[in-house]
């Protein structure tokens, strides 16, 4: 392979030709900068689910692009996006990452805030100048919020198009994992946080389609049970599994149990919510959901959801967020959920099958972080850096997508190369490159 150092960043960082990626997009300090500007402080972010502030007063504070933010509902149900910072001196109102409040108070000197952000009072109204205007000085709000589906986005951008227009052909894939009975989903426990010395992409691009990783990273994982694993046909995948990607850069995995699983005991979905899914969803997506043994996925830039089995055939739907703190350190967050209906025994072993695959401490988790640090370790460094990253394996199928798929987007097949990780970098380096 040719491996001359590759791309300015004025011609962007994406060879399309030869299917290579600069290093650093996944290593430097000043493309994340530069991600912050023109991705993150300006596009949709994805904040929280609907169930984590269902009352009255209930608040998560999570980061919205570089900026901590409030995610709160008022008394009217109208959930508020506030920077959690004083309008005064800057200070960070909300200390906690989650709670109930009837109104925010600042620890620096009592400036008072209601739930949708208003001030209240400063404690010293009385020594402001005649005329002062304040409902000027409440909370910055973002100036778009909108909730898809249970799930809650953020833009800074007053500009930035509708939510739905932006999520695209990805929504019937969302649709069928996050709204599939009457009453939704919820998370069924504060998501998990931690850290790791890796670059958010990393984890983007292992949702929206990494199969190559399953069998080595996880080998252990996956053949816990080996006996029964490699009989059953547990490390194969079903003739049918296809990657699809869209427009704006999102895309995912489905992963099909292969010929003969599904008749010994795998179970796909709970039967007992089965016509609850048939009430909600039409007969393509019920197909797309049968037999379907793992969902994995990427919105662009950085919510990521899976919907997986384990080998001992429990379910479990997550949703990540990779945070970007710096080119080489992200923060992931981590929810569990179930469907609303689901009963209470299926919901305790949903999360703790979350938990124990994909949770902090999660088997497939310490698997893959552990890499992804490796490779910032190893490749970090100013020899390697001239060396750009390689997706070859999308070169021969990304610009055949399947002419006759059913569904939304663009379907390729087979689900094992790397064509939506390539095409998710492509659509990265447009927004970056991009001067508008
Ligand atoms: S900084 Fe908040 S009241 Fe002064
Ligand atoms: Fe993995």
């Known amino acids: 392979m040719d491996e001359r150092p590759m791309s300015t960043p004025a011609q962007g960082w994406v060879d399309v030709e030869r299917g290579l990626v600069s290093r650093d997009a996944f290593v430097s300090d000043e493309v994340f900068r530069l991600e912050m500007a023109r991705i993150f402080d300006r596009g949709w972010n994805f904040l929280a689910h609907d169930s984590e502030i269902s009352a009255a007063g209930d608040y998560v504070v999570r980061r919205l692009g570089s900026a901590p933010v409030i995610v709160v509902r008022d008394g009217e149900g109208d959930v508020h996006v506030l920077l959690n910072s004083c309008r005064h001196r800057g200070t960070r109102l909300c200390r906690a990452d989650v709670g109930n409040a009837r109104n925010f108070v600042c620890p620096y000197h009592g400036w008072t805030y209601d ?25 910055v709000p973002a100036p778009r919020v909108a909730i898809y589906k249970g799930l809650i986005f953020g833009s800074w951008d007053a500009e930035a198009i509708d939510l739905e227009h932006y999520l695209g052909d990805i929504r019937w894939y969302l649709d069928a994992l996050f709204w599939r009975t009457p009453g939704g989903m919820e998370v069924l426990a504060p998501p998990h946080r931690f850290r790791a010395r890796a670059n958010w992409k990393v984890g983007a691009l292992n949702f929206i389609g990494d199969s190559q990783h399953v069998r080595t990273t996880h080998a252990g994982p996956m053949t816990l049970d080996a006996v029964r694993a490699a009989k059953e046909g547990f490390l194969n995948l079903g003739q049918d599994s296809f990657q699809v990607v869209t427009d704006e850069g999102h895309g995912c995995t489905l992963s099909y149990l292969a010929p003969g699983m599904a008749e010994k005991n795998y179970r796909t979905h709970p039967e007992s919510l089965r016509p609850l899914y048939e009430q909600v969803l039409g007969s393509d997506q019920m197909a797309m959901l049968h037999h379907l043994r793992v969902a994995v996925g990427n919105v662009f830039p950085h919510f990521s959801f899976i919907e997986t089995q384990s080998v001992t055939g429990e379910k479990s739907i997550l949703i990540r967020l990779w945070q970007p703190l710096g080119g080489t350190e992200m923060e992931i967050l981590s929810w569990v959920l179930a469907e609303k209906e689901a009963p209470d025994d299926y919901k305790e072993r949903a999360l703790n099958s979350g938990i124990h695959n994909f949770g902090a401490a999660g088997v497939f988790e310490q698997d893959d972080i552990e890499l992804w640090a490796s490779a910032t370790e190893a490749g970090s460094n100013r020899i ?53």
Request: glycine residues 6%; charged residues 20%.
């Open 115 to 139: 739930q949708a952000g208003r001030l209240l009072t400063t404690t010293f109204d009385e020594h402001f100048p005649d005329g002062t205007d304040f409902s000027q000085l409440g909370l």
């Open 384 to 436: 390697a850096r001239q060396y750009p990253y390689g997706f070859q394996t999308s070169l021969p199928y990304q610009d055949a997508p399947e002419t006759d798929h059913p569904w939304p987007g663009r379907a390729y097949r087979p689900a094992n190369t790397e064509v939506a990780q390539f095409q998710f970098m492509r659509r990265w380096n447009e927004v970056m490159t991009s001067n508008d």
